[in-house]
């Protein structure tokens, strides 16, 4: 394993945030104003490490990452100081086809989770391919180190000095946009959203580095959808003499050439111990079983066969790089409860994040929950915050 001859060694957790619910208004304090707002990329959290050639990325678990991102850690060698720790985010921005003229100015680039997460795959020549043809990029938001110094006790007024004095302006390292303006991070929390950032981050000005600590405040979008439940999956506690609910599938109507499709979007999953046995019971009524027309019938009865997934339908338990072999059968429902949920952010046509429970919707008509009832953001030009990012142009 590399030896890094640098005041803070690896590996290090990240600072954290806690969601707060809205953005805290600035005040003053003795030594200046309380808070830096930044906007809340959308990516893979990353310490870098770079000790001359020497590179090493770490994930928020501090698992190494670069082996995944050959461009990143070209890109690092080209554009840090050459023995330094810094705290950002890596993100894949696209520009969607079909979109000129379509998106407002520029190139209606947004950042793709999706395209980013491809990344994660064990064969070296995969990721060196997507690296050549999709690179990423590198937002630094943050330096723990610089030269023979470290910079996490100093405050973090202190250490966005030293961040701007990197120059860091791309095409592939930039530093975060940053305000102290209340009403401009408001303003970012309404637009950044369109090239799809998250939220926005509050930090106050006066602390130091603090790992693995929750010392900084996150704001995101929160919205609700009414979604069909068509399936769940039982928990890794649950046993036969005991079943108990890990997460309900979710799902909406999607018009397509062959009539309307039920496209999983996510899963509900937030409950206490004694209301997910509680569900497996008022749901049972509802349970599909196999051999049944039923069975025949169900949305997602071929959740299986792979020319599904090839055809555009998101079906739930497909494998996946993420899965590990994990087993995602399901307990299919006949898709006739709606209820209502709480989201914060879309990635494409599924929610970015587990949904949250908010309460049944008896008054509801499963085909009438729609991707149409959801809001769409305004779209805001990646290229205006990453200006000659790949991706953006």
């Known amino acids: 394993m590399t030896t890094f001859n640098l005041p803070v060694q690896p590996p290090v957790r990240p600072m954290l945030a806690k969601s707060v619910a809205s953005i805290p208004a600035q005040t003053p304090t003795d030594v200046g104003p309380a808070y830096v707002y930044e906007p809340k990329w959308d990516g893979f959290r990353a310490i870098v490490y770079r ?46 086809e079909g979109s000129d003229g379509d998106l407002g100015p520029g190139s209606g680039a947004r950042l793709d989770f999706e395209l980013l997460s491809q990344r994660i795959h ?70 950044f959203e369109g090239a799809g950032l998250d939220g926005v981050v509050a930090k106050p000005a006066d602390g130091p580095y603090a790992p693995n600590k929750r010392a900084m405040l996150k704001i995101k979008h929160t919205r609700t959808a009414d979604v069909v439940l068509a399936g769940y999956r039982l928990h890794k506690t649950s046993t036969p003499e005991a079943p108990v609910l890990g997460s309900l599938l979710l799902g909406l109507w999607d018009e397509s050439d062959d009539g309307p499709r039920l496209q999983f979007i996510g899963v509900a999953a937030s409950f206490s111990a004694s209301r997910r046995a509680e569900l497996v019971a008022e749901l049972a009524p509802l349970v599909v079983e196999p051999g049944t ?34 087993d ?66």
């Open 122 to 191: 064990p064969a070296a020549s995969r990721v060196n391919m997507l690296a050549e043809t999709t690179p990423a990029a590198l937002v630094v938001f943050d330096v723990l180190a610089l030269g023979d110094e470290s910079l996490m006790d100093r405050p973090l007024a202190e250490r966005i000095e030293v961040l701007d004095g990197l120059g860091l302006k791309g095409p592939l390292v930039f530093a975060t946009p940053r305000t102290l303006n209340t009403a401009v991070a408001e303003e970012w929390f309404g637009s």
């Open 328 to 393: 995602l059968s399901f307990t299919p429902l006949r898709p006739e409860r709606v209820l209502e949920v709480g989201y914060d952010h879309m990635e494409g046509t599924r929610f970015r994040h587990t949904a949250q429970f908010k309460r049944w919707r008896p008054d509801r008509e499963p085909a009438s929950c729609t991707y149409e009832q959801l809001e769409e953001p305004v779209r805001y030009d990646l290229g205006e915050l990453l200006p000659g990012a790949p991706g953006t142009a």
């Open 51 to 96: 000790d001359g050639d020497a590179v090493r990325i770490d994930s928020r678990n501090t698992k190494p990452m670069d082996r995944y991102f050959p461009d990143v850690v070209a890109a690092v060698r080209e554009a840090l100081p050459e023995r330094c720790v810094v705290d950002g985010e890596i993100v894949i921005a696209r520009t969607p």
């Open 293 to 326: 027309p039923a069975a025949d019938e169900h949305p997602w009865r071929g959740w299986t066969d792979p020319a599904n997934a090839e055809a555009g339908d998101r079906l739930p338990g497909a494998q996946s790089r993420w899965s590990s072999g994990k």
